[in-house]
């Protein structure tokens, strides 16, 4: 019997057969409706499109707790914040903290993953508890960090049990140092999450390259130097644009570790927004919110084309 009587035989239930529906016409779904997406898309405009355009209104205003109506002034409130220099200052501490973030989170999470990339029982174990901490309160950690690094704390204790001498570091009270260790805290937080796709990278590196490199004389450093390293392109381009921009938007840690000092050396933008919004005027810190919003997305833009473009070479 060939195809063609097949086809043409007649369904056993009498029924004919579904005309078959013609190529490259995309059929609409009657059981899955577009308004089933209207619950979420409400959620989304109420609690994200619209206080962020919100904040290009109010920042345009007068806004206080001290002021029963609300003014439009135009720019005075970004001219006077530019002209008292402490947004700035935030500003670059931000930058600063940033940076030092990107690079600690991506080198740590590096080091992980080609330390735990065989697959064995114990690595699969220490691949668990590093990824805890991604998983914990920004705000747990921040403050059992706080405690270990006290002049009294744990830290030292464990320094002077060792060296059997009194140790009273203030870890997080020198003026230089500071943003370097609360830095660090942060990266330590989420290298899990940096390892992961660092780990999936690895994964997808054709082991056959690699022997043919070994094969040729090529040291450890050289196949990762050569091959590995510029394969792993787009976890690179992933791991640090989202460290880079999502430890601009930092506050959890370092208002758990500091709370922006000492002498407001590591006191964040989202910090400064905070301490002025408590104080009542909301115009203030919603055009501080708004430079933040400007600042990420001019940051943003450059730094993925350059990591996209950089893949694209390798």
Partial sequence: MTMTDLRERPRLDGGDQPPAAPRGKRRRRSDHPLWFLAPALVVVFVFFFLPTLSNFFYALTDWSSFKSEISFVGTDNLTALFDNGTLLDALRVTVVYAVLVAVFQNLFGL????????????????????FI???????????????????????????????????????????????????L?????????????????????????????????????????????????????????????????GFDVVQATTEGGP??????????IFRTFGQGLFAQATTMSLVLFVTVTLMAVPVIWYLRKREDVL
């Avoid at 040291?219 to 430890?247: E, H």
């Avoid at 002498?263 to 400064?272: K, Q, Y």
């Fill in 111 to 130: 080091v992980l993953a080609l330390l735990l990339e065989r697959d064995n029982r114990l690595n699969r174990v220490c691949r668990v508890l590093f």
């Fill in 185 to 249: 805290i942060h990266a330590w937080k989420w290298m899990g999450l940096s390892m992961l796709i660092y780990l999936a990278g690895l994964k997808t590196i054709n082991e056959d390259v690699l022997e043919a490199a070994r094969l040729d004389g090529a040291t450890w450093w050289d196949t990762f130097r050569r091959i590995r390293f510029p394969l792993l392109a787009p976890a690179v381009t992933f791991n640090f644009a989202t460290a880079l921009l999502g430890s601009m938007n």
């Fill in 133 to 183: 901490p991604v998983i914990m309160s920004a705000l747990a950690v921040g403050y059992v960090f706080q405690a270990l690094l006290k002049p009294d704390g744990g830290l030292n204790q464990a320094l002077g049990f060792l060296s059997g001498t009194e140790v009273q570091i203030a870890w997080l009270g020198n003026t230089t140092w500071t943003i370097v260790v609360v830095a």
């Fill in 263 to 272: 002498g407001g050396t590591t006191e964040l933008l989202n910090i400064f």
